[in-house]
């Protein structure tokens, strides 16, 4: 089992990023559209927390931080999962990680994302 994230960077205030999560080997290899894929960040000193997360029925959920900035996106003949961030302010800042499975239990290593004031 493997999820593989990117597209994390450096970015100023105001400006876009896309992540995306590609999940490759048992198993996820047939049964991608069956798991709910998920985005959670850290930020330096504080908790992993949740950012946001899609279904199998297509059933999205948001943080109250990021709804209406952030966009979760799943394709599932890609085995991959997006996570479009638009008007990103410096809290953004963070390793943002994604996840699948019924309460998580699959991660992946995380991608930097980093937004300037």
């Known amino acids: 089992v493997q999820l593989q994230a990117s597209g994390g960077g450096f970015v100023q205030a105001g400006g876009s990023l896309r992540l995306s999560c590609t999940a490759s080997g048992r198993p996820f290899s047939s049964l991608f559209s069956n798991y709910v894929m998920g985005w959670f960040r850290q930020a330096p000193g504080k908790e992993r927390e949740f950012v946001a997360d899609?279904?199998?029925?297509?059933?999205?959920n948001y943080a109250n931080s990021v709804k209406g900035r952030f966009t979760i996106a799943r394709d599932n003949a890609k085995n991959t999962v997006y996570l479009l961030m638009n008007s990103l302010v410096p809290e953004d800042t963070a390793v943002y990680y994604c996840?699948?499975?019924?309460?998580?239990?699959?991660w992946g290593q995380g991608t930097q994302v980093t937004v300037s004031s």
């Open positions: 996840a699948a499975g019924q309460g998580y239990p699959y």
């Open positions: 899609k279904d199998w029925t297509g059933t999205t």
